[in-house]
């Protein structure tokens, strides 16, 4: 089955760049032929890594660059869940094997990391922690009745081995994502409500303890993503109601700073969803940041 997303007639794939400091965010790419989804940054400030067409492309992260394939050897088409290693010069990602595998950053053969054991899981790449040793993953039961019900946080070896599962819910949690120092790990959960569908971002320790709830609003909120200095945080909105994270949705881009998530900036409500900013893009000066947009012409809101 070809799980790999396309543009609409007429719609755009962007990729804006937002800063810390307040300033307008800026445009830095855009095109009518690939569906571009979820940048990393390079360790040295100046690509970004997204994925398009199942595959990981590299591009300059300033206006007037163009996609450049990362050629992976024998790795299945890739979903939008990639992070680079603490240092710079390997990635893991996810694959619509439900898979995760590694690979050179300049491309190459690909090793797959988790087990050949757990047909019945699917593995979602959200986070590698500061030290590299350690992946946070998202693992859902695919023999359930309903796949996408339910999710629940796990972590593995980078090396392979044995998993270790963190949460126990029977709704969805997703996100999984070491912080800088490695105290943390953020996640945005069901859990705190019976709403169906109402996320909210949490953190917890490496170890699955002390989950502590961080936003309490009505809208639906993904993906959290802490700044290489710990001090900012940036993560999506849904609406109200929404069930998981569609694509093709007026959201809208949070940003965080001082460990204040009660009282977040809203950088700017765009036309996207899935893909916008599923793992982390934060530069590694923790002063600019990527998302991607998906306008649509003629579409108002």
Do not use: C
Request: negative net charge; proline residues 7%; without cysteine.
């Amino acid at each position: 089955m070809d799980y790999t997303r396309k543009l609409l007639p007429g719609q755009l794939s962007r990729i804006h760049i937002g800063y810390t400091d307040g300033r307008e965010s800026a445009v830095v790419f855009e095109t009518d032929q690939i569906l571009i989804e979820a940048p990393n940054w390079t360790l040295d400030g100046t690509r970004l890594i997204v994925n398009g067409n199942g595959l990981l492309w590299s591009i300059a992260a300033e206006p007037g660059g163009e996609l450049e394939l990362i050629p992976l050897d024998g790795a299945p088409p890739l979903n939008n869940d990639h992070v680079l290693a603490p240092d710079g010069e390997r990635i893991f990602v996810s694959a619509d094997d439900w898979h995760i595998y590694e690979a050179s950053l300049e491309g190459g053969p690909v090793r797959r990391i988790t087990s050949v054991n757990e047909p019945e899981r699917l593995h979602f790449l959200h986070g590698v922690s500061p030290d590299g040793e350690k992946l946070a993953y998202i693992g859902l039961n695919a023999g359930g009745e309903d796949v996408w019900a339910s999710g629940n946080v796990y972590t593995v070896a980078a090396t392979g081995g044995e998993d270790v599962q963190l949460t126990f819910g029977s709704r969805h949690a997703d996100g999984s994502e070491y912080s800088p120092d490695g105290e943390f790990i953020y996640f945005n959960t069901e859990a705190f409500e019976m709403t169906p569908g109402h996320a909210q971002i949490a953190r917890m320790k490496p170890d699955g303890s002390d989950v502590e709830q961080l936003t309490f609003d009505d809208q639906v909120n993904w993906f959290p993503h802490i700044a290489p200095d710990g001090k900012s945080a940036v993560y999506i909105a849904f609406p109200p109601g929404t069930e998981g994270h569609p694509e093709n949705m007026w959201v809208e881009v949070k940003l965080v700073t001082e460990d204040r998530w009660l009282h977040p900036r809203t950088v700017e409500r765009l036309h996207g969803g899935q893909g916008t900013v599923n793992v982390n893009s934060w530069a590694p000066d923790s002063r600019r940041f990527a998302y991607v947009s998906y306008p649509i012409a003629g579409l108002d809101d």
